[in-house]
């Protein structure tokens, strides 16, 4: 299955009373981001909540590949999507990468244990969304309440130059891990 580039503004129609007058609107909802796109500013945190990091400061200049995970320690991305890009490091950084990322939404204690547990200092920078503001900024959230407790991240990776979405990569499910593995997003760039 492809991965799903998602770009169309979505309207909807809501209606609600107001004393005795019933008003409709219509307003614009924004669909998951898309190539092209300017990177949305929003918060995140790096080792512990005094690090807030704005998004669109992180990734306004250079190039740099951020990669989103459901959840920190849990076995797709334990096992397969953070590994994959702790593995291609060094080559992507030889492609013009400036940096790698990936960000989940989970605290930043949890961030920082997860990339120190398999040896990502240094290569990989492990950002905390602490609210999913920049999961919901992106359009890319996802329910996983029955499972992890909360809305959490749809799997995907992109690269970002100077502000700007290059590459994006949404797995079709959210949650399998296909198109954003590094190997894949390796051979876009």
Same mark, same amino acid.
């Given at each position: ?9 979505? %309207? ?9 007058? %019933? ?8 669909? $998951? @981001? ?9 918060? @995140? ?28 320690? =849990?076995? =797709? ?20 990468? $400036? ?5 989940a939404v989970n605290d930043p204690f949890v961030m920082k244990a997860w990339g120190e547990t398999h ?5 990989? %920078?492990? @950002? ?6 920049? =999961? ?13 407790? +909360?809305?959490?991240?749809? %799997? ?5 130059? +100077? ?14 891990? =296909? ?11």
């Amino acid at each position: 299955m492809a991965c799903s580039r998602i770009s169309a503004v979505i %309207r909807c129609k809501s209606s609600y009373i107001n004393g005795s007058r %019933r008003l409709s609107t219509s307003k614009p909802v924004q669909a $998951a @981001l898309k190539v092209g796109d300017a990177i949305p500013s929003a918060s @995140l945190f790096e080792h512990n909540p005094n690090t807030k990091l704005n998004s669109s400061e992180l990734f306004g200049s250079g190039k740099h590949v951020i990669f989103g995970v459901p959840g920190a320690f =849990t076995p =797709t991305c334990s096992e397969s999507h953070l590994p994959g890009y702790i593995e291609k490091h060094n080559e992507l950084k030889k492609k013009g990468i $400036a940096s790698i990322n990936c960000v989940a939404v989970n605290d930043p204690f949890v961030m920082k244990a997860w990339g120190e547990t398999h040896n990502a200092t240094g290569k990989i %920078r492990m @950002l905390a969304d602490i609210q999913a503001e920049f =999961t919901k900024a992106l359009g890319l959230e996802i329910d996983l309440s029955a499972v992890l407790g +909360n809305v959490r991240s749809k %799997r995907y990776a992109m690269v970002v130059e +100077n502000g700007i979405v290059k590459q994006l990569l949404v797995e079709p499910s959210g949650i399998e891990l =296909t198109c954003s593995a590094a190997n894949k997003l390796m051979s876009e760039i």
